[in-house]
C-alpha cells in the first residue's frame, strides 16, 4: 500500500512502453482505468465495480508505482480514467494540461456539498472540478494494543502528548516490549510520522508549506521544533521494537504484525487502511478484536491541537479520455458505490458525505468523524519534495543519524535536514 504514494511526477517523464507496458492489454472499446492498487486493495475495486455493474464495460489497469505515465500515454492505449493516490498532484496536472474536467453535478445536491472543504480546496482548479475523492485515509490515527498498554500500566494513549511518548519508552526500557513499531522501509509512513507533529506544532507552518509552491522555504522556528520533537522520540534507545535498524527494513504491514501478532511494539501510527491487515494479525494469534485500540496522534504539549489529516485517491478524467468515461466516473462516485469496499474488506472510508455504510466497530468513530480533518495530506501536495528523493530520503537519513540515542545533539542532524530540503527546492526550480 505504502510504496504506490511513489512520487507521481517522475512517472511523466519517462517512457510508456518501459515503464507501463500493460497499457497495451485490453480491449480498446472499454473504458480504461489506471489503478495503483495490487493483491487485496484490487481485488476490493473488482468488488465495486462488479456491484456496480459496469465491470463487463472497464478494463482495470494495476500500475503500481507506475501510474504517473497515464498521463503521458496516447492513442487507444491510454487509460481514460486514473485513481489517484496523490491528490495534490491534481493541480500540477491541471496547469500541464493533462486533465478534464468532470461534471459540476458530481460535487452538490440537493443538501449542499457532497465532499468536506479540503477534498474542494484540491481538486477545484481553474474554477472547475477535474476530480472527485474515492477513497479517504485518516493519517493521524495511532493503533495500539489495549493488553499491553494494561499490562505495563501505562495510561490512556487517548491523553497523552508528545512528552508522554517519551516518558512511556522509558518505561517499558526494561521490558520486552518497546513503545512503536516503525515501518521505515516505507518512506510514506516517515512523511505520515513527520507531518503529524509539524501539524501538531503549527497548523499555520504546515499550511504555509502546502501552498509555498515557487516561495517554499524550509528554514522555519516550527520545521526545527518539529524536527526536534522527531529527535528526542526517535533518538530514544528505547523507541522502536528491534531498534532503527530493524526499523529501516520494515514494510507497513510488518509494523502492524508486530504490534497484535508478534507483541514486540505497544502501538504503531497507522492510516485507517491498517484495519485489514490488523484483523489478520489477530487471526493469526488468536486475539479477539477488543484487544484492539485507535487513539489521535498527540498534542506537542497540554492544551495543543491534535492532527487531524486526510488523505486518499481521487477519480481524474485524462484530456483525450473517451466520452464514456463520464458515465463510469460518475457511477463510481455515487454514495453506495464504495459499499462493497467498506463492508467487505474493511480499511476504507467514504468521502461523499452521502455515503451510509455498515462501518466495522473501529472504523466507524473515524468515518463519523471526518468532516473535522482539518488538514490534506503536506507531501502529496509538495510534488517532488515530499517524495522518495526528497522529503522520504531526508527523514530515512535524519532518523538513521539520531535513532537508538547515537546522537546525544542533534542540532547538526536538524541543520543538515532543512538545509537538504530548501537545497531540493531550489534544484527543482
Known amino acids: 500500500m505504502g510504496t504506490r504514494r511513489a512520487l507521481l511526477q517522475a512517472g511523466l517523464v519517462l517512457p510508456l512502453a518501459a515503464c507501463a507496458p500493460q497499457l497495451l492489454w485490453g480491449d480498446s472499446g472499454r473504458v480504461r482505468i489506471g489503478v495503483s492498487w495490487s493483491g487485496a486493495e484490487l481485488a476490493a475495486f473488482r468488488a465495486v465495480l462488479a456491484r456496480l455493474a459496469i465491470a463487463e464495460s472497464v478494463d482495470v489497469i494495476p500500475m503500481g508505482d507506475d501510474v504517473g505515465t497515464a498521463f503521458t500515454a496516447g492513442g487507444k492505449s491510454a487509460p481514460d480514467i486514473v485513481m489517484l493516490p496523490q491528490a495534490g498532484q491534481v493541480r500540477d496536472l491541471v496547469d500541464d494540461d493533462r486533465l478534464r474536467p468532470i461534471a459540476d453535478g458530481l460535487w452538490t445536491d440537493d443538501a449542499g456539498l457532497r465532499y468536506s472543504e479540503p477534498w474542494r480546496q484540491l481538486l477545484h482548479q481553474k474554477g472547475k472540478p ?115 535498524a530493524v526499523a529501516l527494513t520494515r514494510q507497513f504491514p510488518d509494523a502492524i504484525r508486530d504490534v497484535f501478532e508478534h507483541g514486540r511494539a505497544a502501538m504503531v501510527i497507522a492510516p485507517d487502511f491498517a484495519e485489514p491487515i490488523v484483523r489478520a494479525s489477530l487471526r493469526a494469534a488468536g486475539r479477539q478484536e477488543d484487544a484492539v485500540g485507535i487513539a489521535q496522534f498527540p498534542t506537542v504539549g497540554l492544551g495543543g491541537e491534535r492532527p487531524r489529516i486526510v488523505g486518499g485517491d481521487v477519480v481524474v478524467v485524462t484530456k483525450y479520455a473517451e466520452q464514456r468515461a463520464d458515465e463510469v466516473v460518475a457511477a463510481l462516485a455515487a454514495p453506495e458505490a464504495p459499499l462493497p469496499w467498506i463492508e467487505g474488506d474493511g480499511g476504507f472510508i467514504g468521502p461523499n458525505l452521502r455515503t451510509s455504510a455498515r462501518y466495522s466497530t473501529l472504523i466507524e468513530p473515524i468515518a463519523r468523524s471526518q468532516t473535522s480533518w482539518s488538514a490534506f495530506d503536506l507531501s502529496d501536495q509538495l510534488g517532488a519534495v515530499g517524495a522518495r528523493n526528497g522529503l522520504w530520503r531526508i527523514l530515512t537519513a535524519f532518523l538513521t543519524t539520531i535513532g537508538d540515542g547515537m546522537n546525544a545533539h542533534p542540532e547538526r542532524a536538524i541543520d543538515t535536514a532543512i538545509t537538504a530540503l530548501d537545497t531540493f527546492e531550489r534544484g527543482r526550480r
Request: aromatic share 14%; proline share 5%.
Open 130 to 244: 477535474y476530480g472527485v475523492p474515492f477513497k479517504a485515509a485518516d493519517k493521524s490515527l495511532v493503533w495500539y494494543d489495549r493488553q499491553a498498554i494494561e499490562r505495563y500500566r501505562l495510561g490512556d494513549p487517548a491523553n497523552w502528548t508528545i512528552p508522554d511518548w517519551i516518558d512511556r519508552m522509558e518505561v517499558l526500557a526494561g521490558t520486552p516490549i518497546r513503545l512503536l513499531a516503525l515501518a521505515a522501509g516505507d518512506g510514506w509512513v516517515l512523511t505520515d510520522f513527520f507531518e503529524n507533529v509539524l501539524r501538531a506544532e503549527s497548523p499555520r507552518t504546515y499550511d504555509d508549506l502546502a501552498v509555498g509552491q515557487d516561495n517554499r522555504t524550509w528554514d522555519r522556528p516550527a520545521v526545527r521544533a518539529a524536527f526536534g520533537h522527531l529527535a528526542r522520540l526517535w533518538g530514544q534507545r528505547h523507541a522502536f521494537a528491534g531498534g532503527v
